[in-house]
């Protein structure tokens, strides 16, 4: 029976009865007429777009799909013949001559509670505002139409045209201009396009940040603050996007940052004895106080001569009539810096305001916690590091005005947590040593200060990192490729290690093949590296220095090739140690428990001193053919030990360290001072043993372990 049947049963006559044994049974005739209900239109949406019934229309940037759910209530289903309804869309927009133009579409019969869409066709105007609504039919009646009150019509207008490529500008940075601004100097760059209905710009550095920006008025200009943080070529890609969301074609836009500017303040502080100036190699000259001392000592690996002492006295600081550098916009400051003492507040420079200081880098000792370095920017203070009495460190502080942030570097890494602050014009002199309080002077630096520099612009990542470093330096390097009345040279004439019984040096030799000559029954075995390598029995073999070769008090780098006899690994061999009175600083061991190469270091120098792992990696597969290029870095600025295994380390190869402890016994290849005395003798080839005063960085570790030194430039 059909749905439009249904809706209009009358009475057949007037009720029937059927006597059935003296029953009378109703008959299945509806006793009245049922009222049909109108179906209803809910959930207008427009793909791309939406309906937007308000004052504005909604742009698109494609024909779109009209679509609405129709629904019809549920009294109208009966005895199982659900309801089937159809959509009529209409949509109307008025021509160029103000004439309204309108079309319609009918969808199919389709069940209820369905979404029923229609795709407009490819002729309709475009940059025209064209309404739609659509109403229900449920083969009996309409639903009202959706623009109908409280509704109203859905509109839309369909932009077929992209809007045209941006135009960029920069006045600090021109395109294609030799060479301009610098590395560390914000400049603007400004994005325009000629359409009207831009809304939004894309942008990207190339190799750099990217995002999107929008015009303060739709069509306007944008404007965006970039930094370069390399010298070179860049090029940044534009495009613009409309309120159809319709993208541009890109606008490439290259130009050529400087390198980075000179400090506008710097003195090395590496004068002459007695002198009572400091020389600016920028700024102006400083006058020294008679606690102040020239031709101290210089970081090593740093591109210092000497430093200046402070002697912590009242007389103790260097002054400037000027300011070092305007701290009312983006600046840094720094220094190399050795306390004599880490038990009391000291300031290692600062800029004098009629109220005290406009900002100051200090180390911090507050009572009963530890101490720490300190960047204060008027009211606000980062503090971070550790600083230890006569340990070398290089530090800088940076504001930069752009992003509203305050900085504090220690050795090339940020610490503490970067703090918003508000610039502080300098009003004064500028100090190095003190700190102007509400009572005069105070906090004077007891120890050494070098290099101190202003930057009126940013330091960019790299440059802090390089300001920080110190550059290793090689102090032997063993090759294995000779020995000469029981000893084997250093490859520059360096002091030759002493070769032990059960140690020998093993020469590649002639090339043969078997089978062809009678002289050669198997292919012939070739040292680890180069002409020749070190063999060890496993049972007294080693070789050593008469003294040590790196300070484990400080920074080192130590690189060893190392092949274990598989056949033997059941017991831990050791590669390399180096003793101090009562036990080794380290030593580099192989652990067959773990199948892993491990880096132990005693928490003190003590017979019978806990013994901590703190560093370890796995074997790498095939380490019975070519070997594995171990190598260890301890990094007394950041108090990090890492173990590298062929080049490469991970998390679970590094550790913290408080301190290392400076170690008088001799370097060992091959052995480990143990309970019993000398112990943990390795069964095995080591060749390429290289050693050097100073933390090579991760990239340099990969040049370790191939005959050759790595380029440490």
């Not at 089978?515 to 075995?525: A, I, L």
């Amino acid at each position: 029976m059909s749905g439009r049947v249904r809706k209009r049963r009358a009475l057949l006559g007037s009720c029937l009865a059927v006597l059935v044994a003296g029953t009378v049974v109703p008959s299945t005739a509806y006793a009245a007429e049922q009222v049909n209900l109108p179906p209803a239109v809910q959930d207008l949406q427009a793909q791309p777009g939406g309906c937007a019934s308000g004052d504005e229309p909604e742009y698109v940037r494609s024909f779109p799909v009209l679509k609405a759910r129709l629904t019809d209530p549920v009294e109208d289903d009966r005895i199982g013949y659900p309801e089937q309804l159809t959509a009529e869309f209409e949509i109307w927009w008025s021509d160029p001559d103000g004439i309204e133009q309108r079309r319609s579409w009918t969808t199919s019969p389709t069940y209820v509670d369905r979404v029923h869409s229609i795709t407009l066709p490819s002729d309709i105007p475009s940059e025209t505002v064209i309404s739609w609504h659509v109403r229900a039919n449920d083969g009996v009646a309409y639903s009202p139409w959706s623009s109908e009150a409280p509704g109203a019509a859905c509109r839309f207008v369909y932009d077929g045209e992209s809007p045209a490529a941006p135009v960029v500008s920069s006045p600090e940075y021109p395109a294609e201009t030799y060479w301009a601004g610098g590395v560390g100097i914000y400049g603007s760059f400004t994005m325009d396009s000629p359409s009207t209905d831009v809304v939004e710009y894309r942008y990207t550095f190339l190799g750099g940040p990217s995002g999107t920006v929008r015009p303060a008025e739709m069509g306007g200009p944008a404007t965006i603050r970039y930094v370069p943080l390399s010298r070179g070529p860049k090029t940044l890609s534009v495009q613009a996007l409309d309120r159809a969301g319709r993208m541009s074609m890109p606008t490439n836009y290259t130009f050529h940052p400087n390198a980075a500017s000179a400090p506008v303040s710097r003195w090395k502080l590496d004068d002459e004895a007695g002198s009572a100036t400091a020389a600016a190699e920028a700024g102006e000259a400083a006058r020294a106080g008679r606690g102040v001392t020239f031709g101290g000592p210089a970081p090593s690996g740093a591109p210092l001569s000497s430093t200046a002492t402070l002697d912590g006295s009242r007389h103790a600081f260097l002054t400037t009539d000027s300011p070092a550098v305007d701290s009312g916009g983006t600046f840094a400051v720094g220094a190399w810096v050795r306390p004599a003492r880490d038990d009391r507040s000291m300031t290692v420079l600062s800029q004098d305001t009629a109220s005290g200081a406009a900002y100051a880098l200090a180390l911090e000792a507050p009572r009963n916690a530890s101490a720490s370095y300190s960047f204060t920017l008027g009211d606000k203070k980062i503090t971070g590091g550790t600083p230890e009495a006569g340990e070398w460190a290089y530090l800088l502080g940076l504001y930069d005005t752009e992003t509203g942030y305050a900085q504090l570097f220690v050795n090339g890494h940020e610490v503490g947590t970067k703090t918003e602050a508000a610039p502080v014009r300098p009003d004064g002199a500028f100090q190095i040593g003190r700190i102007l309080g509400p009572h005069g002077y105070r906090q004077r630096w007891h120890g050494e200060i070098g290099d101190v520099r202003a930057y009126d612009r940013l330091v960019v990542p790299s440059e802090v990192t390089e300001l920080a470093r110190r550059k290793p330096r090689l102090l032997g390097h063993w090759s294995f490729s000779t020995a000469d009345d029981g000893t084997t040279p250093e490859n520059a004439g360096g002091a030759s290690l002493r070769l032990a019984p059960g140690a020998s040096i093993y020469r590649a030799p002639d090339f043969c093949i078997p089978d062809v000559d009678p002289d050669c029954p198997t292919w012939p075995r070739y040292p680890l590296v180069g002409d020749g390598h070190l063999e060890l029995d496993g049972e007294s073999g080693h070789v050593a220095l008469d003294t040590p070769v790196v300070d484990t008090g400080d920074s080192f780098t130590l690189g060893v090739v190392a092949r274990i006899e598989q056949d033997d690994a059941t017991r831990p061999m050791t590669v390399l140690s180096q003793a101090g009175e009562h036990t080794d600083a380290f030593k580099l061991r192989y652990d067959p428990a773990r199948y892993a190469w491990e880096l132990i270091m005693p928490e003190r120098d003590e017979a019978g001193a806990p013994e901590t792992v703190v560093a370890q990696v796995e074997m790498p597969d095939g380490a019975n053919g070519d070997g594995t290029r171990l190598a260890v870095v301890y990094d007394d600025a950041t108090d990090t030990v890492k173990l590298f295994a062929d080049g490469y380390t991970n998390a679970d190869a590094t550790a913290h360290l408080r301190n290392g402890w400076t170690s008088s016994g001799p370097l060992q290849v091959g052995r480990a001072r143990t309970a019993d005395g000398f112990g943990e003798y390795l069964k095995g080839q080591v060749d390429e043993v290289q050693a050097y005063a100073g933390a090579l960085r991760d990239d340099d570790v990969l040049g370790l372990g191939w005959e050759t030194d790595p380029c440490l430039c």
